[in-house]
């Protein structure tokens, strides 16, 4: 079975900071991995996906995250917020060849002070 | 690029009635999935669709209450039967694109469900 944990359901930053959103996962195959953004009233995109190879993945918007097998983490961070990025944040795992749709976590909140 | 198109994107029905939520896919897939996201909560897995076979549920979901079909490999439907105002959610369908570069599962753009 595959699940993951997003320590902090809402996370403020100032604008210009640092984004640092946690991902934890728990996998017994090699996992997919991917971070989602819902905006408000509003679909979910893609940032990122990390499936093999190089475990630090760009993504759009300046996001990246880095895949850390020994400490089963994928944090979603970016080096400056923009107001912008006031979204819903989701990290999901995949992967598992027995289930193959995604497993969410339970997201992410990110507030952007001006 | 990959697409889906879901309808309708919005709704309001009466309690006890059903609503059938379509999804066409611009290319042929094996599975489809079908995801529940009530008011601010993360998505929830209600069940896969097969081309050719049954469904395949998530514990807590049940066919007579959200029957799926799958004619075809780029289409399938979900019915939310006998509607209760706790069915008021956004439901999303999805399918795998992984192996395309800068795709990962792409999403519909969800139905939002209001019963009064």
């Known amino acids: 079975a595959q699940s993951v944990t997003q320590l902090g359901s809402h996370v403020s930053v100032s604008e210009g900071a640092l984004v640092l959103l946690r991902c934890n996962y728990s996998?017994?195959?090699?996992?997919?991995l991917f971070w989602y953004v819902q905006y408000p009233n509003q679909g979910l995109q893609l940032l990122l996906k990390?499936?093999?190879?190089?475990?630090l993945v760009k993504g759009i918007n300046g996001f990246e995250a880095e895949f850390k097998k020994s400490e089963t983490s994928f944090h979603l961070t970016k080096p400056s917020a923009h107001m912008s990025d006031a979204a819903e944040y989701f990290c999901?795992?995949?992967?598992?060849?027995?289930?193959?749709?995604?497993?969410f976590g339970s997201g992410t909140r990110l507030q952007v002070q001006p | 690029s990959a697409v889906i198109s879901q309808k309708p994107s919005r709704d309001i029905c009466q309690r006890g009635t059903s609503l059938t939520i379509q999804c066409q896919v611009d290319?042929?897939?094996?599975?489809m999935f079908w995801y529940r996201q009530q008011p601010g909560q993360s998505l929830t897995l209600i069940a896969t669709?097969?081309?050719?076979?049954?469904?395949?549920?998530e514990s807590g979901f049940v066919i007579d209450k959200f029957p799926i079909s799958r004619p075809n490999l780029t289409f399938s439907t979900l019915t939310v039967s006998n509607m209760s105002p706790e069915d008021s959610s956004i439901y999303l369908c999805?399918?795998?694109?992984?192996?395309?570069?800068?795709?990962?599962?792409?999403f519909g753009s969800g139905t939002r469900l209001t019963v009064v």
């Open positions: 999805s399918v795998d694109r992984t192996g395309l570069i800068n795709y990962g599962y792409t």
């Open positions: 996998s017994s195959v090699p996992p997919y």
């Open positions: 990390y499936t093999t190879g190089a475990t």
């Open positions: 999901a795992v995949g992967g598992d060849t027995g289930r193959r749709a995604l497993t």
């Open positions: 290319s042929q897939v094996t599975m």
């Open positions: 669709a097969n081309q050719g076979s049954e469904a395949t549920y």
